[in-house]
């Protein structure tokens, strides 16, 4: 045989790969016609003798059992050197291992494989090939042999060479993938993107280590690179610096002349800023939900006293700064509507404005609620929950009553203030935020810190710029002003015409301490507009009767003698309702107030409600 006769294998060649034109699709036609005419096995080597491409045919267990003249006049040998390990001579010393291990992979599959390796031609000069390997299996479906083709793809390698020189440069994320899905090579952008090696691009767990958690049965769904289908998704990739941002990736197909698929490239573009815009308008518009669903105190900070415009002049002072700000006050004086005012006067007032109120939420799902949960993270967190933080992200977060948060969140809360990051439970990343908190309380939380139930690094953390809203007793200037804007304001909403306040419903409001404060004059208001039969407006004084000031000991302190008074009133509502505080026949409704407030006095005032529930009979 004389091996030096040809220099290529006759007939015509692909411009793109150097291959010739149909050569290797034969041996995969040949094997169903293998399969229907049941050929010996001299027939069926000499058929393969006949592909005029590079092929051969092993036993189940991968041991070479023929390869056909066109392999054996390119590389140089006869059929007899061929065998045993004969046929792993002309393979480029560098590629044999991987070409081995690849090759036991796909024994050990029983499916068809791939893989790419140099073949030395029988003149000395190292050439690419791509090794296509098929099995071929009787009527039970037992493999009794395996054929392959190896197709010459240097000129393919060579333009990949030149092209990778040119794609380093590229401004986005480039990646090579090989037919089976391997990761053969990515450009400096995506490495230097990740802070790794080629090798770690190309190891098996690559996606493990850098595709998020969440995205990646999501974007293995379907197989989509083994349908030869030209697709895109989204996914999160890690940075170098901890961080997952997102990038949408595209896969495009490069085909040989036969339509088979010899290359995926890929390409990664961020989407970060998008992401964030999108995730901003979705947290906006959960923000504007709850606000919409939740009933308002009231939409403007009315009044003109000295101690409401000392407030006023402090709240211009710090809104534009991005400060801290903590609100301490009695409840009902408006400390909500004080976060607002200063929300609606910084460079975050496009943003969303997201309240929390700490003492409605159960202690064991404060710290969910706060900073979100991951998927399983406990009973009953069957999908990823972002928290207030997620949604507050840009604008401002107001928690009020501070002071009812448990330790374990307190020290949460104080990490997100000094760090500005923060894991959801179950989470094992960290998150930036950028929110700006305001707080509120009605307690004294330097008795709290006494008695070791908050924490004084978060107390001054917290402080940093203080607002104490004066109760409604220190604004009796405003009383009259409030008076008429709720009867203005209820009166529309009911259809009907109030042109007058009695005199005496004036006094009365005035003299009154309101232990509640303005919450509890609107609930007055409120409730005596719809019970208003005339163009007049007045209260009946039996509401107010209990909490007369003539009723107020002279040798107590006021405060004191108001808080046993809170009490005593709460105490007998609870009477009153058998232990229920909630409903329309509950506590709340009953003391014209908020669930939410009463459960927080109750909490205050160490009153024990379930004593109340036997007493129903």
Request: charged share 25%.
């Amino acid at each position: 045989m004389d091996i030096h006769k040809e220099s290529n294998f006759g007939g015509d060649f692909s411009l793109a790969t150097g291959l010739p034109t149909n050569a290797s699709d034969q041996l995969a036609k040949a094997i169903p016609l293998f399969r229907s005419v049941n050929p010996s096995q001299s027939q069926l080597r000499v058929m393969i003798d006949t592909i005029p491409t590079l092929a051969w045919c092993a036993f189940p267990d991968g041991t070479v059992e023929f390869l056909n003249r066109r392999w054996l006049e390119y590389v140089g040998l006869s059929l007899e050197q061929a065998f045993g390990s004969g046929w792993q001579q002309p393979i480029h010393p560098e590629d044999l291992d991987a070409l081995l291990a690849t090759w036991r992979a796909i024994l050990a599959s029983g499916k068809p494989g791939e893989a790419e390796a140099r073949i030395r031609r029988f003149d000395g000069k190292y050439r690419w090939f791509l090794f296509r390997a098929e099995p071929f299996r009787d009527e039970q479906d037992t493999i009794v042999r395996w054929y392959g083709t190896n197709t010459d793809i240097e000129e393919l390698k060579r333009a990949e060479r030149e092209l990778r020189d040119v794609l380093d440069y590229a401004p986005q994320q480039v990646a090579i993938i090989g037919p089976d899905g391997r990761r053969l090579w990515a450009n400096r952008v995506a490495l230097e993107y990740s802070g790794i090696t080629l090798e770690e691009f190309q190891a098996e767990d690559y996606e493990r280590r850098m595709i998020h958690p969440d995205d990646i049965d999501r974007i293995r769904t379907g197989d989509p690179i083994f349908k030869g289908e030209t697709y895109e998704f989204e996914t999160r990739i890690l940075g170098k610096d901890g961080l997952y941002r997102w990038f949408v990736v595209r896969f495009f197909p490069l085909r040989d002349s036969a339509g088979r698929i010899l290359r995926w490239y890929s390409t990664g573009m961020e989407i970060q800023d998008r992401k964030d815009a999108e995730s901003r308008v979705q947290n906006e518009n959960l923000a504007l939900r709850e606000e919409v669903d939740k009933a308002s105190m009231f939409e403007e900070i009315i009044g003109n006293s000295a101690a409401l415009g000392d407030v006023l002049a402090r709240v211009g002072k710090v809104a534009p700064t991005d400060s801290t700000v903590l609100i301490t006050g009695e409840t009902g004086t408006g400390k909500e509507l004080i976060a607002r005012a200063i929300h609606k006067r910084s460079s975050r007032a496009e943003r969303a404005f997201v309240s929390v109120n700490c003492s409605a939420i159960p202690q064991s799902l404060i710290a969910s609620e706060l900073f979100g949960h991951e998927k399983g993270a406990f009973t009953g967190a069957l999908q990823r929950r972002i928290g207030r933080f997620e949604m507050a992200e840009g604008g401002t977060l107001f928690l009020d009553e501070v002071g009812e948060l448990p330790v374990e969140t307190q020290l949460a809360l104080l990490r997100v203030l000094q760090e500005r990051e923060f894991e959801r439970v179950g989470g094992d990343r960290m998150i930036r935020s950028d929110v700006r908190v305001i707080a509120a309380t009605n307690r004294n939380l330097s008795t709290a810190i006494t008695a070791g139930t908050f924490r004084s690094d978060l107390f001054y953390r917290l402080n940093v710029f203080p607002i104490e809203l004066p109760p409604l007793r220190k604004r009796a200037d405003d009383i009259p002003i409030l008076v008429e804007y709720f009867i203005n304001r209820y009166a529309i909403a009911s259809g009907k015409k109030l042109k007058n306040i009695n005199k005496s419903t004036l006094e009365l409001l005035r003299s009154y301490p309101w232990p509640g404060n303005v919450r509890e004059l609107q609930n007055i208001v409120e409730r005596s507009v719809i019970l208003c039969e005339s163009e007049t407006f007045s209260v009946d004084p039996s509401w107010l009767v209990h909490d007369r000031p003539e009723q107020i000991s002279t040798t107590q302190p006021l405060v004191m003698t108001l808080t046993m008074k809170e009490r005593a009133s709460i105490e007998s509502a609870l009477a009153a309702t058998h232990g229920r505080v909630s409903g329309p026949a509950g506590a709340a409704a009953r003391l014209g107030m908020p669930a939410s407030t009463l459960e927080s006095r109750i909490r205050s005032l160490k009153i024990n409600k379930h004593q109340f529930k036997s007493a129903e009979g």
